[in-house]
């Protein structure tokens, strides 16, 4: 099993770019989740799915969208990309109230 | 505002001695803590958890240890080993699937 996978692992845009950020699970987990990480600030909650074609805002919301239309697939857009928004994206999904398992990350510049 | 916190950004350790990290929240509704640990350019990977109903649990060389009155946890390990050097996250949920983060204490175990 591969667990949970991000694509890509980099990527740098420019301020107004927009792209799309991949995350599959093979783990048959109803939820998942996409977190930010930036220094001193742990990992954010910015969008979840609690099953395929649902989604809710969690923390940090704002500039981002997000679309279950498979249950294995999780997939984060950013429409007009900010500096603001340069951080490390973490995906993850669960059965539940358990533990969570994460992908292995995307480094995201925005220039 | 943050609800779980990580007061303390680092730890240095000797090898085969004790490694405490701590962990305090403010919400009490939380009933549910997991602790993760992160190796650089990795996702977090699951370490050990703690319901409300218990006020410790333990695997192998961790054990983490609950004060719902205080509103504070903690993670033991021993012997820390030069494998443990890495960043810890404190997390809780609030009876549901939605994880909050505390910041993280990047632990370096000495030779």
């Known amino acids: 099993n591969a667990g949970v996978t991000q694509t890509p692992k980099f990527r740098v845009l420019k301020t107004g770019q927009s792209m799309t950020l991949l995350c599959a699970q093979d783990m048959n987990h109803e939820y998942m989740y996409w977190y930010r990480q930036d220094p001193g600030m742990g990992l954010r909650l910015i969008h979840y799915?609690?099953?395929?074609?649902?989604?809710a805002k969690g923390e940090v919301p704002d500039g981002y969208n997000v679309s279950r239309l498979k249950k294995q697939n999780f997939l984060l857009g950013l429409e007009s990309a900010a500096p603001s928004q340069t951080s490390v994206y973490f995906c993850?999904?669960?059965?539940?109230?358990?533990?969570?398992?994460f992908g292995p990350g995307t480094r995201l510049t925005v220039l | 505002d943050q609800q779980v916190k990580q007061n303390s950004p680092s730890l240095s350790v000797q090898e085969g001695r004790i490694s405490i990290l701590n962990c305090d929240y403010t919400?009490?509704?939380?009933?549910?803590f997991l602790w993760y640990k992160k190796y650089p350019a990795e996702g977090p990977t699951f370490l050990i958890s703690i319901s409300s109903i218990k006020d410790k649990n333990e695997d192998g060389r961790f054990t983490v240890f609950l004060n719902k009155s205080a509103k504070h946890l903690s993670l033991h390990i021993v012997p820390s080993q030069p494998g443990d050097s890495a960043v810890y996250f404190c997390?809780?949920?609030?009876?549901?699937?939605?994880?909050?983060f505390g910041a993280g204490t990047t632990v370096t175990v000495r030779a």
């Open positions: 799915s609690v099953g395929e074609g649902t989604t």
């Open positions: 919400n009490s509704m939380f009933d549910y």
């Open positions: 997390a809780a949920s609030e009876n549901d699937y939605k994880l909050s």
């Open positions: 993850a999904s669960s059965y539940g109230q358990y533990e969570q398992f």
